[in-house]
């Protein structure tokens, strides 16, 4: 064993001692320098042993790994489940806080999530009957995308024990998973990378995004689809892409319905807002290429690089976003991961540039409107079903908002030019969540603020 060099010269210093010699005295003088070297020894030896015995993972901050392993490590020592061979001894804990003022009323507190995780510096784990030496560090460094000192997780054991590393990566990775199971990630680029928005959301349920008749199904059937013909694209070399644009005024659901829709296909979700200060269109290039797995591409504010390009033609400005030649070069790359779902969104149509609906691009475009009646009569359903069985409630709803011209036309047919969003009858059932009639008395706040002067 590589241990021996250091047995080796312990013993060769017993030998020196019983050397008849040394009762002389003789070499009395070499004996405190032989002891010098015999330590040397011992250090060299130990540092040898230490390379060949021990066996070292390292985990930096930008791998997925590195908060599920410190997620791992920061478990409760419980006493069932798969986590009953371990023995933490983390007595040092740093904490990091997330706060959510989703759900928060006005002024009301946001709600936090404390998550105590291993602090800086060196702990033991025991791992079945394996000791694991956790070493947590900060370097001066800092990772040039992000501006963050770089960090990594060190993790020791002995060679013999080196299949313990598996059981804890796989424990780890189950953990995670666990953890987001029902939840929908939300990825948002900082830098040049992806990083996840908050905690994980909670899964929204495709039925809860109330879309004109028929333009969910056919969206998701078309997605489906999609994701079961891969081997049909690779067959023929053609890129696994399909694009999706959608359309409509703002407060139509166009996000929600993204959302609910990666929930439902298990798919994270990452996002970029094109209008937004800082992204580049090499920015652009290299997050395409760098996209999460299996995540649903949402391209917010597409118009943003429509207008570029118009500003450009105009004065020759381009300004700090995204041009409109970078999109279309980020979307087609080569470079751009084989594999992609993406959702372009806008609230201007009417900036839309035709190069971009082609195959891969942007193979459906849908309209994402005012809220219709059957929208309306939908989410009256989901609000007062229960208590409106009869249907009369919704009925009365439906015929004031016709009164009130809200769907396009009035009650006896004549043309309006008034529309309200999904998000402002989600808004008014909210605040009348228990008062159907509430709901219908107050329904000419649905009017939008421009027509009621
Ligand atoms: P958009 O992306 O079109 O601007 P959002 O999805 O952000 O709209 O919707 C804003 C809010 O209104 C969300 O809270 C959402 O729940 C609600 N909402 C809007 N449209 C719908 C809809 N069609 N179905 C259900 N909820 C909707």
């Not at 064993?1 to 020196?16: E, H, I, N, V, Y």
């Not at 994402?368 to 919704?394: L, N």
């Not at 439906?398 to 769907?407: D, N, P, W, Y």
């Not at 808004?427 to 027509?451: C, E, T, V």
Request: glycine share 10%; proline share 4%; hydrophobic share 40%.
């Amino acid at each position: 064993m590589s241990a021996s060099p250091t047995q080796g010269s312990l013993f060769g210093l017993d030998a020196l001692f019983d050397n008849p010699l040394f009762a002389g005295g003789i070499g009395l003088a070499s004996l405190g320098a032989a002891a010098a070297f015999a330590r040397k020894g011992v250090i060299v030896a130990l540092g040898a042993a230490r390379r060949r015995l021990l066996v070292n993972v390292e985990i930096s901050k930008q791998d997925p790994a590195y908060p599920w392993i410190l997620a791992w490590l920061s478990q409760p020592r419980h006493a069932h489940g798969f986590i009953a061979s371990r023995v933490t001894r983390i007595h040092d804990l740093s904490v990091t806080t997330t706060t959510d003022s989703r759900g928060a009323g006005l002024g009301g507190p946001a709600t936090a999530h404390f998550f105590l995780q291993p602090g800086y510096g060196r702990h033991i784990v025991k791992f079945g009957s394996a000791y694991i030496a956790v070493n947590r560090e900060k370097h001066s460094t800092a990772n040039m995308n992000t501006g963050e000192p770089h960090e990594i997780v060190q993790l020791t054991t002995l060679w013999a024990h080196r299949h313990a590393f598996e059981a804890i990566f796989a424990e780890a990775h189950q953990l995670a998973a666990k953890a987001h199971e029902g939840k929908t990630i939300v990825y948002s680029a900082r830098g040049l990378e992806w990083t996840p928005l908050g905690d994980p959301r909670k899964k929204r349920p495709l039925g809860s995004v109330i879309l004109d008749e028929g333009v969910k199904e056919s969206i998701v059937a078309d997605v489906k689809d999609f994701l079961s013909k891969q081997q049909w694209y690779v067959d023929r070399g053609i890129p696994y892409r399909r694009g999706y644009l959608l359309f409509g005024p703002p407060g139509s659901g166009k996000s929600s319905f993204i959302q609910a829709l990666a929930g439902d296909l298990d798919f994270s979700v990452a996002m970029i807002n094109l209008s937004e200060m800082g992204m580049t269109d090499d920015k652009l290039a290299y997050l395409l290429t760098k996209l999460p797995k299996r995540s649903l591409l949402l391209l917010e504010d597409a118009d943003a690089a429509f207008v570029n390009r118009r500003q450009r033609d105009v004065d020759g400005y381009s300004g700090a976003s995204v041009t409109f030649s970078g999109l279309l070069n980020a979307l087609d790359g080569v470079a751009a991961g084989e594999e992609r779902i993406a959702f372009l969104t806008t609230n201007h149509i009417d900036r839309l540039d035709p190069a971009l609906i082609r195959p891969g691009r942007v193979d459906m475009m849908l309209r994402i409107g005012e809220a219709s009646r059957f929208q309306a009569e939908q989410m009256w359903d989901r609000f007062y079903g229960e208590v409106d069985q009869d249907g009369h409630g919704k009925k009365r709803f439906v015929a004031r908002l016709e009164t009130l011209g809200l769907f396009g036309k009035y009650g006896d047919g004549a043309l309006s030019n008034r529309h309200t969003s999904t998000a402002a009858i989600q808004g008014l059932f909210l605040f009348n969540k228990d008062d159907m009639q509430g709901a219908i008395d107050m329904a000419d706040g649905l009017i939008p603020r421009s027509f009621k002067a």
